[in-house]
């Protein structure tokens, strides 16, 4: 397949398009008042990677309503948002892809980030003691379970 052609992907494909699409757009103006229209979305896209797409394909493409896509406006896509083409297509990369956008979205918030900063330097043996309390204060709140991707040391039954 070329560049410019389109790509009918199956029905799988093209949910997660919309998916991946709404998150990124959501990751980049998380503030929905501030959040501008598909068309002036469009028109920052065009600006930026000088890629034409409008923004009535944009708002298809998000929505669900777009069966086909270009690698052409992937790529535009891919571009301005500053993620491998790859995003759209394989959950692999999609995975490690939000994965690094939840850590810079939470790294954005001043408060964990002065948390972070504060835990520099600390030892092993404290950050432990701190990631267990915030895994503890996570439970009291009913919030979900976060990796223990930068982890040391061996897991033991309760991180399971």
Do not use: C
Not at 18 to 35: G, M, N, S
Not at 73 to 88: N, R, S
Not at 129 to 144: F, G, H, K, S, W
Not at 152 to 160: F, K, L, S, V, Y
Request: net charge neutral.
């Amino acid at each position: 397949m070329t560049r410019g052609q389109s790509r009918r992907p199956g029905a799988a494909t093209g949910r997660r398009i919309d998916e991946r699409l709404t998150a990124l757009i959501a990751t980049v103006y998380p503030d929905e008042r501030k959040r501008p229209g598909y068309a002036k979305l469009a028109e920052e896209i065009r600006e930026t990677t000088g890629r034409p797409i409008s923004g009535t394909y944009l708002w298809e493409l998000a929505t669900g309503k777009k069966s086909n896509v270009t690698l052409d406006h992937l790529d535009a896509l891919a571009e301005f948002f500053g993620v491998p083409t790859e995003y759209f297509l394989n959950d692999g990369v999609a995975d490690r892809v939000n994965s690094q956008l939840a850590l810079a979205s939470a790294l954005g918030d001043a408060q964990v980030r002065n948390l972070a900063l504060r835990a520099q330097g600390l030892s092993p043996a404290s950050l432990d003691a701190l990631l267990a309390m915030v895994d503890d204060v996570r439970r009291m709140q009913d919030l979900p379970r976060i990796g223990d991707e930068g982890r040391e040391g061996p897991r033991t039954a309760a991180q399971d």
